[in-house]
């Protein structure tokens, strides 16, 4: 398969400067930071959980689908909603039900069979990409007729995968030929475009936007990730029993000694309901690509940074020796 061409449907592509999605992130992910994201012409995306309830939410949605309807500048980007279609969320119809209400443009889903979903989105012309860790839940998830993939690879924030971005993408290619997200370390300009090599279409990034302006993390946190590097994550699963990308500081701030923390067996149980709370207010998370994040900054100048940095590695390789030596056909 061609690993080059986009596969954005035009009415997508001709609303971002850059394919990035600003990644739904429990507790840090809220309205403001999913309006600055689309007006600074990438897709902004946030969990529906971080409404405290269903009519929260629908709030939140009638007002920034207002304020998108304001927004003056040139490119405008898509908003998205992240609902967890496992059956043990009580929200998800009601959820689903607003998402359809306020044609969510895009919808992602995460843990769970998208079929309910991919029907009532379709159903008035949105788009639906499925959270998958593994070759075999993409495969599972592709079954379902979703329009794209979210391939969590290594290092990333929140839940992470284990496969390296470029096996990964490679493997789904295989038998996907829908839209493909690459998640997981993309903090720079330079990381989307080495995505689209890879064959991806977008990137989520997660970890890149907890440290702006208009996240709704709390000020020590946005603090930690501008202090921190890829030494300070640690993978664990003795929190929730799925394994994360945890910030060291953070574990050792709540009384975990870092380096002896338990390996869990038995895999992650939804019921147990720990996955709330303390999991994610104080142990905080980030991906392998924190230490590219120096500053606490709104929204629009990172994303200002990233189209720069993108721009900068597409000029790079017209100019680069293999480049040209591949295209005159000298080696
Ligand atoms: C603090 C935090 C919370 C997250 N919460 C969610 C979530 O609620 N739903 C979800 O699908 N992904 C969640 N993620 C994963 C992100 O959507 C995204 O896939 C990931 O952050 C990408 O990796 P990066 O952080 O290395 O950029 C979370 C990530 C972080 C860092």
């Not at 304020?67 to 040139?74: H, I, S, T, V």
């Not at 998958?132 to 495969?139: G, H, K, L, Q, S």
């Not at 370390?185 to 890149?208: E, F, P, Y």
């Not at 709104?298 to 100019?319: H, I, M, Q, S």
Request: charged share 20%; net charge neutral; hydrophobic share 50%.
């Amino acid at each position: 398969m061609n690993s080059q061409r986009t596969r954005l449907p035009a009415a997508l592509l001709d609303r971002l400067a850059l394919p990035v999605i600003a990644a739904p992130m429990f507790l840090v992910s809220g309205p403001a930071l999913v309006e600055a994201a689309c007006r600074a012409g990438i897709i902004g995306a946030l969990p529906a959980a971080n409404a405290r309830s269903s009519e929260i939410l629908d709030r939140w949605l009638t007002d920034l689908t207002a304020a998108l309807a304001r927004a003056r500048e040139p490119q405008v980007g898509p908003w998205a909603v992240n609902l967890v279609a496992h059956r043990s969320n009580a929200r998800l119809q009601d959820d689903l039900a607003l998402c359809v209400r306020h044609r969510a443009p895009i919808v992602i889903t995460a843990l769970g069979g998208p079929q309910a979903i991919v029907e009532a989105v379709h159903g008035y012309g949105g788009l639906v990409f499925a959270d998958v860790n593994t070759p075999e839940y993409a495969a599972k998830a592709a079954r379902f007729g979703v329009d794209g993939l979210v391939l969590v690879c290594a290092g990333a924030g929140g839940h992470t995968g284990m496969i390296a971005a470029p096996a990964f993408v490679a493997s789904v290619r295989e038998f996907f030929d829908g839209m493909l997200v690459v998640a997981g370390a993309m903090s720079t300009g330079a990381a989307v475009r080495s995505a689209q090599i890879l064959g991806a279409d977008l990137v989520h990034m997660g970890t890149r936007f907890i440290a702006t302006d208009e996240s709704l993390a709390v000020p020590d946190y946005k603090q930690m990730i501008v202090d921190s590097a890829s030494r300070d994550i640690v993978c664990t699963n003795a929190i929730t029993g799925a394994w994360a990308n945890k910030l060291r500081p953070s574990l050792a701030r709540a009384g975990l000694d870092p380096d002896r923390l338990e390996v869990r067996r038995g895999g992650f149980d939804l019921t147990r309901g720990e996955d709330g709370g303390k999991a994610w207010k104080d142990l905080w998370s980030a991906g392998q690509g924190v230490g590219q994040i120096k500053a606490i900054e709104p929204v629009r100048t990172v994303v200002g940074r990233l189209r720069d940095e993108y721009a900068a590695a597409l000029a790079a390789e017209l100019t680069d020796p293999w480049m040209q030596r591949h295209r005159l056909g000298t080696c």
